[in-house]
């Protein structure tokens, strides 16, 4: 069954539009077939099951679509909200808190000298590190924060209603857990740690009112925090913040 899953799924990926066209055609032959060749008192019940055939085929490919659709925002190793999930999701909060003017805050994460890892102890080893990463963070998050993949060994976090201090004790906090976390024998027990940048919305609007920015809101605060990521990297196992200044 799985195996009829997955060739069907690779069968309505790669022709979609035919398959669909096809279904429409089969459809009005349908209707043809039935207005020409039954009495009206059985042609009720034949378009009646023909309408729960519908229903069922309907319910079934909206579940495919939806399923494609969480696949296409999932990260397949983490099973965490990929990078185009956050674009998605900041693109709505952006607009969000700018009504409501709450607090919001963005952390981007990168496990430092990862490079290392995989050299020393082979990708499958760098895998398992990810994967703990992902799980360490996703939790020691509240429900309502979102830990994304962004890719390669960096991360992000979304903190709703978390001003820029609150969320940098928070990573910091994780970031100290991480420190003393035991990866296993695969690293023979090597420390791993992280490097943070914390940006939050309302700085990021008053930076905007300070050099009357036009950028769009979700371009600044991924760059923003990407720059207090390139600040905390310089030393590396710290958490910067936005606020304290970008040093060249």
């Known amino acids: 069954m799985k195996k009829f899953v997955q060739i069907f799924t690779k069968l309505f990926m790669s022709h979609a539009p035919l398959i669909l066209s096809l279904l429409g055609i089969l459809l009005w032959l349908l209707a043809y077939f039935i207005y020409w060749f039954f009495p009206l008192h059985q042609a009720r019940w034949v378009w009646l099951s023909v309408v729960v055939v519908l229903i069922f085929n309907g319910i079934s490919l909206g579940e495919f679509v939806k399923t494609l659709a969480v696949k296409g925002y999932t990260d397949s190793m983490t099973g ?127 930076v905007k009112a300070r050099e009357n920015r036009l950028t769009n809101n979700t371009d600044l605060i991924v760059n923003f925090s990407d720059q207090a990521l390139y600040q905390a990297k310089k030393t590396r196992n710290t958490v910067w913040r936005f606020s304290q200044g970008i040093i060249a």
Do not use: C
């Open 80 to 206: 965490l909200p990929n990078k185009g999930f956050m674009y998605l999701r900041l693109n709505i909060d952006m607009e969000k808190y700018a009504k409501q003017e709450k607090e919001y805050s963005l952390a981007m994460i990168d496990i430092d000298r990862f490079k290392n890892i995989n050299d020393t102890y082979g990708h499958l080893a760098g895998d398992k590190v990810i994967k703990e990463v992902a799980g360490l963070l996703r939790k020691n998050v509240r429900a309502s924060d979102e830990v994304i993949r962004w890719g390669g060994e960096e991360f992000a976090i979304l903190l709703p209603e978390t001003s820029e201090e609150g969320a940098a004790n928070l990573i910091e906090r994780i970031r100290n857990l991480m420190e003393n976390h035991d990866f296993g024998p695969e690293i023979a027990s090597q420390k791993v740690t992280f490097s943070a940048g914390v940006v939050s919305y309302k700085k990021l609007e008053e």
